[in-house]
């Protein structure tokens, strides 16, 4: 075989060729299922936001913005992480913008670790996780977040860093279980990356978006940590602009700029106009997010309440777009089956959880649904459940 003729993809990268995402929305089209697998509003963020943008492309700010983002956002996100986290972070060499927070990641991995290095994250992950991590040739170690509260063992945890680990990625608030890391948790992660002397990446896209009170912790605020985490988050689930795919990531200098030294590779720089915007979102009174976080938490509501009963055993999360329930509760047993058999059955179209593990097992029986949709599709999706479940 000539090297032309085979399949031309690296090997590393061939298990990451399918995506359910792109299968079970095309599901959705064909079938004119509703779709609730893909974690996307179906309204627009704010109305200021949007001028925002408008403003600034008829501003003409539509050529390449700076290689590290546009001064106005890089000052808004140190202001934002000074405001909510009383986080001190320098505008100049500590903030970087990316093309969402998933460059950012992705960045970051790529920039910090290589072939014989180990990253560690909780299972289940984000799929970007897995592909990045695979990517820069190190090696991922998953230690599980259990049912019922997607508890993790710390003594596990502690096992699975050997000396070989680099980076520990943190996401909290969590996608797909919807938990929100826990001060005693934190803290005991925070203490284990000082000990064994780990960088750590966390994952905030969903920092606004906890309920009941919740309150996100950034890692990066607990003992030790702010001199070696780096903290990503993005505009696009706050304001509910995830096509805009405005990102940063913030902490130390040598992270940022390692980090940076990627991403200037990859995209360079880009969506100026949205910079702008998101300048402007960013400064916003929070009383805009708190709203946006209230009417997600009543959605969740509305979503858990449809799904209990049609039937389904709803594991009811603290934060985030998705709400996750155990499909054997309804009879079934292969969360995969079930999802690739609803848009026929039910008309609506979901996850399965098993595509977030390593451990297939172990997600095997769950699914995910996104609650960020407007009341009445999630009305009428779980109308079409409640019928093609009869209780
Ligand atoms: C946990 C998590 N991280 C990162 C991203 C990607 O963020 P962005 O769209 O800003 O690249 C998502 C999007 O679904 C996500 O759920």
């Not at 001028?51 to 890089?74: S, T």
């Not at 170690?141 to 259990?146: E, K, M, T």
């Not at 799904?307 to 054997?328: C, H, K, M, N, W």
Request: net charge negative; hydrophobic share 40%; aromatic share 8%.
């Amino acid at each position: 075989m000539t090297p032309r003729s085979g399949d031309p993809l690296v090997e590393r990268m061939r298990p990451y060729t399918s995506s359910i995402f792109a299968e079970m929305s095309a599901r959705a089209v064909a079938t004119g299922a509703i779709n609730l697998g893909q974690g996307f509003p179906d309204t627009d963020g704010p109305a200021e936001v949007i001028e925002a943008a408008v403003d600034a492309l008829r501003a003409g700010h539509n050529q390449y913005p700076p290689g590290a983002g546009i001064p106005e956002l890089r000052a808004a996100v140190a202001d934002h992480q000074r405001r909510h986290y009383g986080m001190d972070l320098d505008p100049a060499d500590e903030v970087l913008i990316t093309m969402g927070a998933s460059e950012a990641i992705a960045s970051a991995v790529l920039a910090m670790c290589g072939p014989g290095d180990e990253v560690l994250t909780f299972e289940p992950w984000f799929d970007l996780y897995a592909a990045a991590i695979t990517l820069s040739g190190a090696t991922r170690r998953c230690v599980p977040l259990r049912q019922p509260d997607w508890s993790f063992d710390p003594e596990e945890l502690r096992r699975a860093v050997t000396p070989a680990t680099r980076l520990l990625l943190l996401n909290s608030p969590h996608n797909p279980t919807g938990k929100v890391f826990r001060a005693d948790e934190l803290a005991m992660i925070a203490e284990l990356c000082v000990e064994r002397d780990l960088i750590a990446v966390t994952d905030e896209v969903y920092e606004h978006l906890t309920f009941d009170g919740r309150a996100h912790l950034p890692l990066a605020t607990f003992p030790g940590m702010a001199d070696r985490t780096l903290t990503v988050s993005s505009a696009g689930k706050t304001f509910s602009v995830t096509g805009w795919k405005v990102g940063w990531a913030s902490g130390p200098v040598p992270l940022v700029r390692a980090t940076r030294t990627v991403k200037q590779n990859l995209s360079y720089s880009g969506g100026t106009p949205f910079q702008h915007a998101v300048a402007a979102a960013l400064a916003l009174p929070d009383a805009v997010t708190a709203g946006l976080r209230e009417s997600l938490q009543s959605k969740r509501d509305r979503l858990c309440a449809g799904l209990r009963s049609a039937g389904f055993q709803v594991i009811e999360p603290e934060g985030t777009y998705f709400v996750t329930v155990d499909v054997r509760s309804v009879g079934q047993d292969d969360g995969m089956q079930f999802c690739r058999d609803l848009p026929e059955r039910a008309g609506v179209v979901a996850i399965p959880d098993s595509v977030f593990y390593d451990d297939a097992g172990a997600g095997r029986s769950l699914v995910r649904f996104a609650c960020c949709k407007r009341d009445d599709v999630i009305d009428d999706a779980m109308g079409r459940l409640a019928r093609a479940f009869p209780t």
